[in-house]
């Protein structure tokens, strides 16, 4: 029906224990389960994801859990160390990644995130923004994206929540045409992540450093 946008429930186990369900778009619910792990910090590195199936009605994950796994997502936030790159690029390359993501069809009320490493992109689309963000890092980790010299390019605004899982996924380079939160800013000052706005010219946020002819 018009003006109704379509949600679902994902149930899912995690190591045979039931999960809260994800109140999330249809579709890509692997990408949005494998990036969860790695966006939330729940696990170390991608590889400690064993599988993702579907099976009697439920998505099962099994994970070699972090030993932070069971901390409050902040509380793992504050103890990631901070993101040592040496990435740069021109400005043209983050502008574009921004106007690519803006490009899209928004009319369906979803999200959408767009991850780029100058060869190939990621998108992830939802009702919300961070799982858009871990739809995108999912389908990344999927396609041998190289998420260590990404762009994350946003449709909406950027808050803390989705810096925290661009950190942990490792992006280096974050931008959006919309508001960017304060403490967003803070935390990516601190754990050596670019966070950049584009309105006339593209305004590096934090760590300008890694932002070429800005």
Known sequence: M????EESLLAWTLNGQRQTPFLCSDGDAEALLLGHMVASGLVEEPEKVQSVSFENGWWQVQAALSSQAQLPALARLDALPPLKSALTLPASDIIACCEQVMSLDHAAGLHAILLSDGEKTSLGRDIGRHNAVEKAVGNALQNGLALNRAVLASS?????EMLAKAAFARVPILVTKK????????YAE?????????EEKLSPLSHPERVQGE
Do not use: A, F
Not at 156 to 160: E, T, W, Y
Not at 190 to 198: A, D, E, I, N, P
């Open 2 to 5: 018009k003006g109704i946008m």
């Open 156 to 160: 909406g605004r950027l808050s803390l």
């Open 179 to 186: 508001q960017v939160g304060s403490l967003c800013v803070n």
């Open 190 to 198: 601190r754990l050596g992540m670019t966070v950049c706005r584009l």
